[in-house]
Structures are given as structure tokens and as C-alpha cells.
């Protein structure tokens, strides 16, 4: 039997991101102590140096009443409704390449605000 590890955040660093039918990409920097962005009905990316060969994974919690789409990899990203959805309500932690540094995000249209985390484990 694998040993689990449950995830440990990178305390206060989590990034709200503010997500709508547009597309924002944003970096999600786990050095960021106080990180806000929004976005409207288009596709935009964050930037996260501090991930950048730190943290391997991030916790994603969707406190909005829609699926947000997010995509996230190295430099700007544009994220699309035929990217990972995140369901309203759902927290869901995901693992990233070293190198990864940006995340983006979007709705369908109605507004939903996503937390993202960055940490250890799963």
C-alpha cells in the first residue's frame, strides 16, 4: 500500500482569482502572500515565479456556482471551456511541471471565484 500524504499548504499565499466567461491567466506565485485577479468573459494567464521549481502541486477550490476551465503550464496560458473543469463547490489538488508558472482560468459566462494554493502531498 502507497503511503498518502495528506497536502500542506504554503501558508497565506493563496491567490483568489476572480474567473468569468472571458479568459485570465494569472500567475499563481506561492511566494505572493496577498494575490487578487479577475477576469471577464475572455481567456487570460497568471504569472507564479514562486513556484518555479518549488512547489510540485496546488489545491483549486471553485467557491462559485459554475464550472470554471483552467489550464495552467509555462508562460502565458489560455484557457478555454474545453479545458479541466473545476465543478462549483469542488476542491481538487493537482500536480505541475517544475517549470510551470502561469495558471488561466474561465466560466461559461456567470462570474465564480477560484482559490488556488500552492503545497506538498495530495
Known sequence: MANVNPFCPSVGTTLTISATGSNLSTAFNAK???SSTSATGTSGSVHDSGIVGGHAVFRAYNAGTVPVFCRWGKGAQTATTGDMPLAPGVVEVFSKANQDDQIAVITGGTA???????GEGQ
Do not use: Q
Open 32 to 34: 505572493d502572500v496577498s
Open 112 to 118: 465564480a471565484t477560484v482559490y488556488i494554493t500552492c
